[in-house]
Each structure stands twice: as structure tokens, then as C-alpha cells.
């Protein structure tokens, strides 16, 4: 049976003595869980964050990272530096760094095979457009950023990849999927997975959903059969609200 990972996402929010007590407040309302517990955080953060989260069952991660390990890319962080200071996780191909900073399947598949030359762990965002959506083109959208993301990948780090369907619609809109419309996406994504490196890989790939999670929705689609759990934007910054979405079964 897979396990649920709930990951938070915080975006350019927190300083660093914000996270630290955030991490403080968060430690004993999930200690109990069975769940997978993770905070992606501001590059400002991560040092700290690592240290307050010692002794927890609180795991870093990043929200991006450079493909190459150094060189002259002023401005960026690389897999290697990431890893270095004890970083476990990071966001590869959010839609904001696609919209805004003209990232592409391309490079996201060259972030992915950089992290695992780094021995992190992806979080691998996929998700498609409202027009996108009303002109009937979700799964095909999703299930190409599938194929372009994995592409000369093997099955053993496929089996430890994240992928997070954020349907780009419900990204901080407070418009969000149905349950049903995002285990219907997510199964099309392990379909596609399972097309690709066989059912066994498929069955075993942790598929996320976000966009709009909080307390409120998150036990109808964590239940669903395809999804394993979220990635997490607003409803992070608090650590009440979070721990709720960390513990939903308890809700």
C-alpha cells in the first residue's frame, strides 16, 4: 500500500526566525501521524529549518534547483549545494517557475535527472491550463509533461519520484477539482506511467494533488483511490491549519 505524503509548499514566504517557530508549533501536532510530513521553504530558510526540524519527523525541501552542479548561473542553487547542507527534497517544474521563469518539459527532465545524480528526491509538478481544461485537452496536456519529465529515466528512480497534479485553475484561486476530476487526472498519469515502465513501477509512484487543499477538503481527496496525499501552498503557512491537513483522517 502506497503512503500518504503531505508536503507544504511555502512559496517566497517566511524568514528565517518565522519558519523556526512555525516548525516549533507544527512538531507536536504531527509527531503521531503515519503520514509523510515535508516543508519546502525559501532557499533563506533551509539551514535553519533543517536544524529546528532535528529530532521531528519534519523533512526539508527545496522549491527549485539549477541542473547543473556550478558554473556561471548567477542567481541559482544547484542539486549539489542542496544536498550538501542536508536537504532531502525539492519542487521541480511548479507552475509558477513554468509560467514565470520559462521553464520547460525539457528542463524539468534535466532537474530531475540532476536530483537524483544528487541523491534528492523530485517533488515533479504536472498540470494544465482552464482553457485547457474546458477544450477537453487535460489528459493529453498531462500525460505529455509525463512522458517529456521521465523521458531516459530508469524504473528505479521513477519508483522514487513524487509527482504533484496541480491543475494550474486551482492554484491559489480557491476554485479547486472535484475528488473525483483529480483521481480521474491522477489515474490518466499512472496509466501513462504504467504504459511506460510497466504496472509494478505504476502501482508503487506516489501521485499528489494540490491546488486549493485545506482542512475542509482534504479527507474527500486524500481518500480517493489514485491520490496519495498533497502538495500543499496556502493552508501551509499556518501550522494549525497544515497539521489538520496532516492529520485529515483525525478531522
Request: aromatic fraction near 8%; hydrophobic fraction near 40%.
Amino acid at each position: 500500500m502506497r503512503r500518504k505524503v503531505i508536503a507544504g509548499n511555502w512559496k517566497m514566504n517566511m524568514l528565517p526566525n518565522e519558519a523556526m517557530q512555525f516548525i516549533d508549533t507544527l512538531a507536536p501536532l504531527v509527531k503521531n501521524t503515519e503520514n509523510e510530513v515535508i516543508l519546502c521553504v525559501p532557499y533563506t530558510d533551509l539551514f535553519y529549518s533543517l536544524l529546528t526540524a532535528q529530532g521531528t519527523n519534519i523533512k526539508i525541501g527545496a522549491q527549485n534547483m539549477h541542473f547543473e552542479e556550478s558554473g556561471a548561473y548567477t542567481g541559482e542553487i544547484s542539486g549539489k549545494m542542496l544536498k550538501s547542507i542536508g536537504v532531502e527534497y525539492v519542487i521541480i517544474g511548479h507552475s509558477e517557475r513554468r509560467q514565470y521563469f520559462n521553464e520547460t518539459d525539457e528542463t524539468v527532465n534535466k532537474k530531475i535527472k540532476a536530483a537524483f545524480a544528487n541523491g534528492l528526491k523530485p517533488i515533479v509538478c504536472v498540470g494544465e491550463t482552464l482553457e485547457q481544461r474546458e477544450a477537453g485537452q487535460t489528459v493529453e496536456i498531462i500525460t505529455s509533461q509525463i512522458e517529456k519529465a521521465l523521458d531516459g529515466l530508469t524504473e528505479e528512480q521513477v519508483e522514487n519520484i513524487i509527482i504533484a497534479y496541480e491543475p494550474i485553475w486551482a492554484i491559489g484561486t480557491g476554485k479547486t477539482a472535484t475528488a473525483e476530476q483529480a483521481n480521474e487526472t491522477i489515474k490518466s498519469i499512472r496509466d501513462k506511467i504504467c504504459q511506460m515502465y510497466g504496472q509494478m513501477v505504476s502501482n508503487g509512484v506516489i501521485i499528489q494533488y494540490g491546488g486549493s487543499v485545506k482542512s475542509t477538503n482534504a479527507k474527500e481527496i486524500f481518500e480517493m483511490s489514485d491520490i496519495d496525499g498533497g502538495l500543499v501552498g496556502g493552508a501551509s503557512l499556518k501550522p494549525e491549519e497544515f497539521s489538520k491537513i496532516v492529520n485529515y483522517a483525525q478531522v
